[in-house]
């Protein structure tokens, strides 16, 4: 284990010799041992709306031995989040809904009571690219008469979610106001 160990012997003699014995002067320190971190996500980048899962894989670095345990904290853009917990070297984080920009993602192994703390970034960042749109858009009636009062529906759609912001509707080039989403 980590910490001075006193270490002594002893001879018990023979026939021809005493018995002698003797102490180690100071003890024997057993010191942590180092590890490495490496992080990675689940894939190299996403989409909004899509889910990742970051990984962090801590080993001992020799002479060290043994599996690290103990936990993780990942740091999404500098905030820490709940601490993971380290299983077989392992600790995962899963999240959902990453706004579309490139994040900076870092953990640390907190070490413990055999190993000490290490540490890893992700080059260049995790990306989340915007999620695809789809739009819809009607008319009612279709066809009309003049002088007939007309609807104009949009309906903006994605796989990543439900959109939100302003559609701007422009008949013959002339844009309208704006109009949010609902």
Known sequence: SVGNHPVT???AGDTNY???????????????????????????????????????????????????????????DGSPQP???LVSGRA????DALAAKTHAVTALYTGDSAFLQSSDGLSGGYTVQAANTAL???????????????????????VG????????FAVEGNALPSVPLV
């Open 9 to 11: 012997v002893s001879y």
């Open 136 to 158: 819809a858009l009607t008319a009612e009636p279709d066809p009309s008469r003049l002088g007939d009062e007309v609807t104009f529906r949009a309906e903006v759609t994605s």
């Open 18 to 76: 005493n018995a002698t014995s003797g102490t180690l002067a100071g003890g024997h320190t057993v010191n942590h041992a180092p590890t490495r971190m490496t992080l990675g996500a689940s894939s190299p980048s996403s989409t909004f709306g899509a889910q990742v899962t970051f990984t962090a894989d801590v080993i001992a670095v020799a002479p060290g031995v043994g599996t690290p345990t103990g936990s993780v904290i990942f740091s999404l």
């Open 92 to 95: 995962t984080l899963t999240l």
């Open 83 to 85: 601490a993971q917990p």
């Open 161 to 168: 979610g439900v959109p939100t912001g302003n559609v701007v």
